[in-house]
């Protein structure tokens, strides 16, 4: 289907991307968004041969959105280790969201834990609570 449909479209768009630049002011919209899209055309172009390549990138978007806003915020966390943690949390939560994870019960099971983790100093124990093996220990726990 890329190869029918889209690949045309694709070829069309290089053609016209290299013969409207020289005619547009380089410090312009339209001039710097060619000058953006053409810098990157041939890896853009991956996305014809590899059918598991998404055209955008709509899931990282998503997924660090409430970082980015968030970010902000952090400046306010009262000190630098204080907005380091919260970043790791958010990040550990937003791994939660990724992997289907249920960040409550994760979050509540993992705090349990900890303490028994930091006694043992068992870092394949640490690596189980992370939350995409997480969820397949519990399935595994409840069989």
């Not at 190869?3 to 045309?8: L, N, S, T, W, Y």
């Not at 902000?72 to 970043?87: I, P």
């Not at 249920?102 to 099971?109: A, K, Q, S, T």
């Not at 705090?111 to 870092?123: F, H, I, R, T, V």
Request: proline share 5%; with cysteine.
């Amino acid at each position: 289907m890329r190869q029918q449909f889209a690949r045309p479209i694709i070829e069309l768009l290089e053609v016209w991307m290299e013969k409207t630049y020289p005619s547009v002011l380089p410090k312009s919209d339209i001039g710097k968004a060619i000058a953006y899209a053409y810098s990157s055309w041939g890896r853009m172009k991956n996305y014809l041969n590899d059918g598991c390549l998404k055209i955008d990138n709509n899931l990282v978007e998503n997924a660090i959105r409430p970082i980015a806003l968030s970010r902000k915020n952090f400046l306010f966390a009262g000190n630098h280790q204080a907005a380091e943690n919260t970043a790791v949390i958010c990040s550990l939560l937003t791994t939660c969201k990724a992997a289907g994870t249920n960040p409550r019960e994760w979050l509540i099971d993992v705090l349990d834990k900890m303490p028994y983790l930091q006694q043992s100093g068992s870092e394949t124990a640490s690596k189980e609570l992370l939350p995409n093996n997480w969820g397949l220990n519990q399935i595994l726990t409840n069989l």
